[in-house]
């Protein structure tokens, strides 16, 4: 009836029966799953399903946890908990988290395990909505591009860690300029007595209380004029660094050798890479409350600032760092959900990860504020002149506080090594991920369809390396910010959760789609779930993002050219298209009424492990058994 661009044509099914030998019994419909209730065995397994499991559940934990822990847990969230009233920041932060983040994590996972595909094809359960798939990858494309810069600043502060004293700890050397100084203790005390000059503001990463008398610390010369090495704009290129090229060649062979077998490489490493941090967090903790003014941080993080509840902006904050911290929208998670039993209790799943990612956040601003406490002491100043955003405090404000430690060269090590690992297991599952879709996709007879998979994962990653270089020029951090912003965060990740929840609540069914939970984990989750999915969450995101947006700033000085705003969207709009492109190529290349289209593009194609509790009266679309495509080598690694 309609032309499919998918890989497998659907093959229709009538009537509905198990695949098991000889039984001609019926089987009961899905919004009952009666076959399923009566067992009352959540360990019964269903289907008949090819697709690979979990070796053990703990591997889905520990996978997640590698995946949607990352960076901004540690230097994201402290500070917008700083920024938005302490301890106050917690109540919109955790309603969030109820709303919005696992609602939509959960919805992510259930629906891989129920539809046992990842990437594009778990859109089968309305395959007129492919392109949320599409979405995905072109998303996970663009973060895999520019996370991995991270990575490669850690490395670079890492490889200049094992020196004493540290280089960003003095002045004197060929980057720095007359006006750095390392005492500033007593310029930065006479400036916080005198009011602050207007349109000033305290928390700029590159503007402190230094500025204002023309004095600049050694830590942020180097972050500036030795590692950035910041050209006045987006339309200053100016040269490449070498230092920098083989930092960035350096983590992309790590992530290469890491995924090139799949999980045959990358198991291997997964446990060491979501635990090793947890490790590191716990001894910066500990080191970090026996400083002298650690508690002052502390206190200073949690001190509630009532009056800011009230602000649309800290709702805004909350509901952003949620999406961004849970990985939502990047297909990942559902594809990791993919290789789950069926009758894994995804459910209970959400609410551990939920609680780990968001525990992890919170315990991470005493890490941070401890040290931060202990710096303001040590320079005699307020704690809102060392607190810093993004980048900033894990490559300013934190590497200066280590060098005002005993023992500098140790804790710089231990803070870079832990940056760098939590990054690794994050890009690892991306690019892993991106690479499972791309092999799904390919046609087998084509070039890169037919080539071994160690090709296509190093012609990816040399992609990917290729447009990095933009990103080591004087002028990439430029370019970094115009990635992070539109690529892959913000509104691309909002607009792909709130079509995620719009087609799942309203054009699958929510209560369709509890019932098939039901099926899979013995019991319906709480009735908040669905309400979430249909009404709170879609309506949230949506006017979240409109209502936060603004023109991208750089250090909040530096304003980017329209030319560099309409490359921005560009990027966004590549992704954030793939979805109506798609709703609209399909329904035009259909036949029939218009309503006859959408009955017939909006009719999922189920899997030969559905058969078992799908309706027996009703025809359904199925994949074609794996044998019939002989022709079709389908790789799909566990990570």
């Known amino acids: 009836m309609c032309e499919d661009e998918s890989q497998e044509e659907a093959e229709v099914a009538r009537p509905l029966v198990s695949e098991t030998e000889g039984s001609g019994t019926e089987v009961a419909e899905p919004s009952v799953c009666m076959g399923l209730m009566k067992t009352g065995d959540p360990n019964t397994e269903l289907g008949h399903s090819e697709r690979q499991t979990w070796s053990r559940q703990m591997d889905f934990i520990m996978s997640c946890v590698g995946f949607a822990v990352g960076l901004g847990n540690v230097w994201r969230f ?297 710096m303001a002491a040590e320079q005699g100043v307020d704690i809102s002149n060392v607190a810093e955003s993004g980048p900033g405090l894990a490559f300013i404000a934190y590497p200066k506080a280590v060098s005002l430690m005993p023992l500098a060269p140790l804790w710089a090590v231990l803070f870079f090594l832990m940056l760098l690992v939590l990054g690794l297991d994050s890009q690892f599952v991306g690019v892993e991920g991106f690479i499972t879709g791309i092999m799904d996709m390919l046609p087998p007879k084509s070039f890169l369809g037919s080539q071994r998979r160690e090709v296509v994962v190093a012609i990816c990653c040399f992609t990917c390396f290729t447009i990095d270089l933009s990103m080591v020029t004087q002028g990439g951090m430029y370019v970094f910010q115009l990635f992070d912003y539109y690529s892959a965060s913000g509104i691309t990740l909002l607009w792909q959760a709130f079509w995620e929840c719009v087609v799942v609540a309203w054009v699958y069914g929510a209560d369709r789609f509890m019932d098939n939970v039901a099926c899979m984990i013995g019991y319906r989750p709480l009735p908040y779930m669905k309400w979430c999915w249909s009404y709170f969450t879609p309506v949230a995101v949506f006017l979240f993002h409109v209502v936060n947006y603004k023109r991208l700033v750089y250090n909040a000085v530096y304003v980017y050219p329209w030319w560099g705003e309409v490359l921005g969207w560009f990027l966004a709009l590549s992704s954030m298209l793939c979805i109506p492109l798609t709703v609209l190529y399909k329904l035009l290349h259909c036949k029939g009424t218009l309503m006859e289209r959408w009955q017939h593009l909006t009719t999922p194609i189920w899997g030969r492990h559905h058969l078992e509790f799908l309706p027996h009266e009703n025809e359904a679309r199925l994949l074609p058994k794996a044998e019939e495509n002989k022709t079709t080598l389908l790789y799909e690694s566990v990570i």
């Open 78 to 374: 402290p500070y917008l908990c700083f920024k938005n009233g302490g301890g106050v920041f917690l109540i919109p932060y955790v309603l969030m988290v109820f709303v919005g983040g696992v609602p939509v994590f959960f919805l992510e996972i259930a629906l891989g395990q129920f539809m046992k595909q990842g990437g594009v094809a778990t859109w089968n359960i309305a395959p007129l909505f492919k392109g949320l798939g599409l979405a995905s990858m072109v998303i996970v494309f663009f973060c895999n591009t520019y996370y991995i810069m991270v990575l490669v600043w850690g490395l670079y502060f890492l490889a200049h860690s094992f020196t004493s004293p540290l280089p960003w700890a003095t002045c004197g050397h060929e980057w720095n300029t007359v006006n750095c100084t390392t005492n500033f203790s007593r310029v930065c005390f006479n400036q916080s007595l005198s009011p602050s000059p207007p349109n000033v503001s305290s928390l700029n990463t590159s503007a402190s209380c230094l500025e204002h008398t023309g004095l600049r610390s050694s830590v942020m010369e180097f972050w500036e004029r030795k590692v950035l090495r910041l050209s006045g704009g987006l339309d200053e290129v100016g040269d490449i660094s070498g230092y920098m090229v083989l930092c960035l060649l350096a983590t992309w062979v790590i992530v290469y050798f890491c995924i090139w077998k799949g999980v045959k490489s990358a198991g291997k490493v997964v446990y060491f890479t979501a635990v090793f941090p947890y490790l590191v967090l716990v001894v910066l903790f500990v080191h970090g409350v026996s400083l002298p003014g650690a508690l002052n941080g502390i206190i200073y993080y949690l001190k509630p600032n009532w009056s800011k509840l009230s602000e649309a902006q800290v709702w805004i904050d909350a509901a952003t760092q949620i999406f961004f911290s849970y990985a939502i929208g990047l297909g990942a998670l559902t594809a990791l959900g993919s290789y789950n039993r069926f009758n894994n209790n995804c459910y209970q799943d959400a609410f551990i990860l939920a609680l780990i990612n968001s525990g992890t956040s919170f315990f991470a601003g005493f890490v941070v504020f401890s040290v931060l406490g202990f």
